[in-house]
C-alpha cells in the first residue's frame, strides 16, 4: 500500500515579501530609480575625482580650444588651426555623406538583387544565393579590410586603364567625371534644384507605388526646372561644363576623386547592406498572394508592369519597416571605418580624446552622434511607412 505525500501549506517567498516589505508599487518604482541616481552619482563623482587626479578638468571646453591636427578629407572646410568642434563637425560630415550615399546605393543594389533572386533563371538566382549567404555570414570588418586591400593594390595612376571610356581606378582613389557651374550662385541654382527634384520624387513615386501621378503637374514641374536652368546659364552668362578625368603626368587630373579609403568604406557597407536589403525585397514580393499575380496577367500586363504597379505598392508595406532597420545598421556600421583610415566622426574623436586626454566627453560626443543620426532616420523612414501603410489600408 503506497501513500502519496501532499505538500504542506507554503508561505510567500522572498518576492512576495520584499514586495511587501518595500511598500506599493508607486514607491518601488521610485525607490528602484532613485537608486540608479545613486549608483550613477557614485561613478561620476569618482570618475570626477580621477581626472582630477590627472590634472583634467572634466566639461565641453576643450572643444573651443585649437585643434593642431589635419584630417585626411573633409566636407567642410578645416586646417589645423580649427577648433576641435570644427574638426568633429568635419568628422559628423563625413559620416553623414558615406551613410546618406551608401543607404542610397545599398537600396538600389538590394532591390536589383531581391527581384533577381525570385528569377527564373537557375544560374543567376543561385549567383544572388550565394552572394547573399557569403556576405551575411562573414564579419564587415573582413569585408572592409578586403575592399580595402583590393583598392590599394590597383595599379598606379599611370597605369589605370579607362573604365566606360571617363573612370580611372586606381591606388590612390577612384577618379569620375563631374559637373561643375561656373558663377551660380545659390540663389539662382536653389530654385532649379528644388524643382528638379520634386519632379525625380514625383516620378520616383509613381514608379515604386503606383499611386496616381499627374502628368499635366508633373510636365509644368519639370519645363518650370528646365526654363529656370536655360535662363540662369545663358541671362546671367553662366557655364556649366562637364570634367573628365584624364592622366597627367604622374597623377590623374580632373573630374571627382573618391579617396581609396572612402570608397573602400562605401563599397564595403553598400554591398554588406544589400545582402540584407535584397532578403527584405524578396520577402515582401512573397508576401503578395498568388492571385494578385494571376489578376495582373489576366488584364494583360506585361511581367515588369506587374511588378511596378501592382506587386511592389504591396510589398512596400512589408519591405519599409525592415528597411528602416538596414538604413539604422549601416549607419551605425559606417563606425567602423577608423579601422581603414576614413576620417569620420569615431575617427577624430578618438584623435581628440588621445590629445586632450578627455576620453569621456569623446565617448558621450560619439554616443550623442550616433543616437541622433539612428532617431533621425528611423523618424524619416516611419513617416514614409505611415503613408504607405494608409494608402495600402485605403485601397482595401
Given amino acids: 500500500m503506497t501513500s502519496t505525500l501532499q505538500p ?60 593642431n591636427f589635419e584630417i585626411g578629407e573633409s566636407v567642410l572646410p578645416y586646417s589645423a588651426g580649427d577648433t576641435y568642434a570644427r574638426a568633429l563637425a568635419a ?89 561643375s557651374l561656373q558663377g551660380l550662385s545659390w540663389a539662382i541654382w536653389l530654385p532649379a534644384i528644388l524643382l528638379t527634384g520634386y519632379a525625380s520624387l514625383s516620378l520616383a513615386r509613381r514608379l515604386l507605388t503606383g499611386t496616381t501621378f ?6 509644368m514641374t519639370v519645363l518650370g526646372s528646365l526654363t529656370v536652368c536655360t535662363l540662369a546659364l545663358t541671362s546671367f552668362g553662366l557655364a556649366a561644363t562637364i570634367d573628365l578625368p584624364a592622366k597627367g603626368g604622374f597623377n590623374i587630373k580632373g573630374g571627382l ?10 563599397i564595403g557597407l553598400v554591398v554588406n547592406a544589400s545582402a540584407s536589403i535584397s532578403e527584405i ?15 495582373a496577367r489576366a488584364l494583360g500586363l506585361s511581367p515588369a508592369q506587374i511588378l511596378r504597379l501592382v506587386v511592389l505598392p504591396q510589398a512596400l508595406r512589408v519591405i519599409t519597416p525592415l528597411m528602416i532597420s538596414s538604413f ?7 563606425s567602423l571605418a577608423v579601422a581603414i583610415g576614413y576620417p569620420d566622426i569615431v575617427s577624430v574623436a578618438n584623435t581628440t580624446a588621445n590629445t586632450t586626454g578627455q576620453a569621456l566627453e569623446a565617448i558621450c560626443i560619439i554616443a550623442a552622434v550616433y543616437l541622433t543620426l539612428s532617431l533621425s532616420v528611423s523618424a524619416l523612414m516611419n ?10 489600408e485605403t485601397r482595401r
Fill in 257 to 266: 576623386s573618391l579617396t581609396p579609403e572612402f570608397f573602400a568604406l562605401l
Fill in 8 to 67: 504542506g501549506p507554503q508561505g510567500p517567498g522572498f518576492p512576495s515579501r520584499l514586495r511587501t516589505w518595500l511598500g506599493p508599487l508607486p514607491l518601488q518604482q521610485v525607490l528602484l530609480f532613485a537608486g540608479v541616481l545613486a549608483i550613477f552619482a557614485l561613478f561620476g563623482s569618482n570618475t570626477a575625482d580621477s581626472m582630477h587626479r590627472m590634472g583634467l578638468t572634466p566639461g565641453f571646453d576643450f572643444l573651443f580650444h585649437q585643434a
Fill in 328 to 334: 539604422l545598421d549601416l549607419t551605425k556600421n559606417s
Fill in 91 to 179: 568628422g559628423l560630415a563625413n559620416t553623414i555623406k558615406v551613410a546618406a550615399v551608401g543607404c542610397v546605393l545599398a537600396t538600389v543594389l538590394g532591390v536589383a538583387l531581391g527581384i533577381a533572386r525570385l528569377s527564373g533563371n537557375l544560374l543567376l538566382a543561385t549567383f544572388v544565393h550565394g552572394y547573399v549567404e557569403l556576405l551575411r555570414n562573414t564579419p564587415l570588418l573582413l569585408q572592409l579590410f578586403l575592399w580595402s586591400a583590393i583598392i590599394h593594390a590597383l595599379p598606379p595612376p599611370r597605369g589605370a586603364s579607362a573604365f566606360l571610356g571617363s573612370i580611372y581606378l586606381s591606388n590612390r582613389g577612384v577618379y569620375v567625371p563631374s559637373v
Fill in 214 to 219: 499627374y502628368m499635366p503637374k508633373a510636365t
Fill in 383 to 392: 513617416l514614409y511607412n505611415r503613408r504607405v501603410v494608409l494608402r495600402g
Fill in 281 to 295: 525585397v524578396r520577402s515582401g514580393i512573397q508576401s503578395v498572394k498568388s492571385g494578385q499575380w494571376e489578376a
